[in-house]
C-alpha cells in the first residue's frame, strides 16, 4: 500500500491540465447523476437507484481510470532491460536499461521503480499480491528523456537476492 500512496502523491503533485479537466468531467457527470436520480426519486425509484448505484461507481472508479487512460495516451513510457546481473559475491542486483519517451507531452521528473514480487500463477490473489511488493527500490533521473527519445539508467540494489520463486518487476513513471 506505500507503493500506491507514493505513486498517487507523485501524480497528484504533477497535475497538468489534461488532468484538471478529466477530473472536472468527472465531477460534473457525478452531480448530473446525482440531480437525475434526485428528480426520478419519486416517480422512477428502481431506476433512480439504479443511477445512483452507477454514479457511485462512477466516483470510485472514475480517478483510476482517467490515470490509465491520460498515462497510456500522453505519458506513455516503455522499458527496455539491456541487463540484469545478480552478483556472485555480494547481495547486490544490477539492473541496466533504456526508458522510452513514447507520449505526447514533454516530461519534467521520471523516476524508475523495481519490485520484487511473488511468482504469478495467474490467479486474481497473485494480481493483488502487486499491490504489497516484497522489495521495491527506485531512482529518479536527472534529465527525463525528450520527446521520442530514450534515455540509459543503471539502478544498483543493495542487499536483494533473487531467487527463483520471485518476479522482477521495473516500470517507469514519468510527469
Known amino acids: 500500500m506505500e507503493t500506491l500512496k507514493a505513486s498517487t502523491l507523485a501524480y497528484i503533485s504533477h497535475f497538468q491540465m489534461a488532468d484538471y479537466i478529466a477530473f472536472a468531467w468527472l465531477i460534473l457527470l457525478f452531480f448530473i447523476a446525482l440531480f437525475m436520480a434526485i428528480l426520478l426519486a419519486k416517480k422512477h425509484p428502481i431506476l433512480a437507484i439504479f443511477i445512483l448505484f452507477f454514479d457511485l461507481i462512477l466516483l470510485v472508479a472514475g480517478p483510476f481510470a482517467i490515470k490509465m487512460i491520460l498515462d497510456s495516451y500522453l505519458r506513455q513510457t516503455h522499458i527496455e532491460l539491456t541487463t540484469t546481473q545478480q552478483l556472485i559475491y555480494s547481495d547486490t542486483l544490477i539492473i541496466q536499461g533504456n526508458l522510452h519517451h513514447q507520449g505526447k507531452i514533454d516530461f519534467t521528473q521520471c523516476s524508475i521503480n523495481a519490485y520484487l514480487l511473488p511468482q504469478d500463477d495467474?490467479?486474481?490473489?497473485?494480481?493483488?499480491?502487486?499491490?504489497?511488493?516484497?522489495?521495491?527500490?527506485?531512482?529518479?533521473?536527472?534529465?527525463?528523456?525528450?520527446?521520442?527519445?530514450?534515455?540509459f539508467f543503471e539502478l544498483v540494489w543493495e542487499n536483494i537476492r533473487l531467487g527463483e520463486e520471485q518476479n522482477l518487476s521495473v516500470k517507469g513513471e514519468c510527469y
Request: glycine share 6%.
Open 122 to 151: 495467474g490467479t486474481l490473489l497473485s494480481s493483488m499480491k502487486t499491490l504489497k511488493p516484497l522489495r521495491q527500490t527506485s531512482i529518479s533521473l536527472e534529465t527525463p528523456p525528450a520527446k521520442g527519445e530514450h534515455i
